[in-house]
């Protein structure tokens, strides 16, 4: 495992940390955190209390300090070099509440569980969030992601989200802010999303617990959801589906290390108990090598790998083929 220093920095900061509620712990094991159970330590992670603690540590840290946010980790691919610098995430005590605030409103902290915003829907008849109910994420990470399934994206729902900004300030942005495209938000990568006003419609509880149910049911035979998996590694290309093209190239069931694209769906990525995060990059890259000479397209990632490479084991885009 590669040494990191977080207790230098927390010492080197010394009193602009001081006031701060949340919890800071140096050295923290991504792998616990993530989906996955794979990648490197992050030098300090923050969990701050609250919105206002999350707020003075913005402004204590400098700007140099590098700072990567992250959410429930079911969408993220950590290096096994760790992560320089902060990494924050949100507690669910601070951040995780869900209230209806209109007929037809759910105002949702940013650490609230998907499933829990279609939760609470449901028990007030607010159709429009059944989808929910199958992403094992939190709000912030749908927010930045444009979380979507069966035929819904979150940008269908949101009416206005409040952030804090690298300095700070509290920012609000309106749908049309958020530049969402597919699993994909333009806003500002330094922003942290606190929290959402979302938008469903008046529905019957027993047809959105029925849509609830048919979620959980399609899901449970056609995706490996109980593996420690990203979810999907890659965003369909323009006309077909990634997992067709991963399985035209051949790539169905294909192992590197512990690292294994499912045999049930082939565009979920799995850690089958010992994977590092270079053998799922790695494999990663594979796929999509194999998909670019096979059919010509060039895979993107859905998942987002962050941190850096544990020496001598980058892994390059394509495996560093000019194709
Ligand atoms: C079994 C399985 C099934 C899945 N099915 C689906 C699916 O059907 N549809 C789908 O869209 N996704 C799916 N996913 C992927 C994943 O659940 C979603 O992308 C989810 O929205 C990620 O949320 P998270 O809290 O885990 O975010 P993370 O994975 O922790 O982070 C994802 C991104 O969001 C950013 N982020 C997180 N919180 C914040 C915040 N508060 N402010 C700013 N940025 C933030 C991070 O920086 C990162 O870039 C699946 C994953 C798994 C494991």
Avoid at 229 to 248: C, H, L, Q, V, Y
């Amino acid at each position: 495992m590669i040494m990191m220093h977080g207790q230098a920095l927390i010492d080197r900061l010394g009193d602009r940390l001081a006031g701060l509620r949340g919890r800071l712990t140096p050295n923290a094991e991504m792998d616990k955190i993530t989906w996955f159970r794979a990648g490197g330590l992050a030098e300090v992670l923050f969990q701050p209390a609250d919105e206002e603690d999350l707020a003075a540590f913005l402004k204590a840290v400098p700007e140099e300090i590098p700072l990567t946010i992250v959410g429930v980790g079911s969408n993220l691919l950590v290096r096994d070099g760790g992560i320089a610098g902060f990494v924050v995430r949100l507690s669910a005590k601070g951040f995780g509440e869900a209230e209806i605030v209109s007929p037809t409103t759910i105002k949702a902290g940013a650490a609230t569980p998907d499933k829990r915003v279609a939760a609470v829907a449901l028990e007030a008849g607010i159709g429009g969030f059944h989808f929910y109910h199958g992403i094992p994420g939190a709000v912030g990470g749908a927010l930045r992601m444009n979380a979507g399934a069966n035929g819904v994206e979150t940008r269908e729902r949101v009416v206005e989200v409040r952030a804090l900004d690298r300095g700070g300030n509290v920012q609000t942005l309106s749908n049309a802010d958020m530049g969402y495209a597919y699993r994909h938000s333009a806003a500002p990568s330094g922003l942290i999303f606190t929290s959402a006003l979302f938008e469903g419609f008046a529905e019957d509880k027993t047809a959105i617990k029925a849509a609830m149910d048919a979620v959980q049911n399609h899901r449970e035979t056609v995706q490996p959801i109980r593996e420690k998996t990203g979810g999907s590694t890659f965003k369909n290309p323009e006309g077909t589906s990634a997992w067709k093209e991963i399985d035209k190239a051949g790539c169905r069931g294909l192992m590197i290390g512990g690292a294994q694209m499912s045999p049930m769906h082939c565009n979920f990525m799995i850690n089958t108990g010992t994977a590092t995060g270079y053998d799922l990059e790695y494999l990663g890259e594979t796929v999509r090598t194999r998909v670019l000479e096979n059919a010509g397209i060039r895979l993107q990632w859905e998942i987002k790998r962050i941190g850096n490479f544990r020496p001598g084991h980058a892994v390059q885009e394509f495996l560093g083929q000019l194709l």
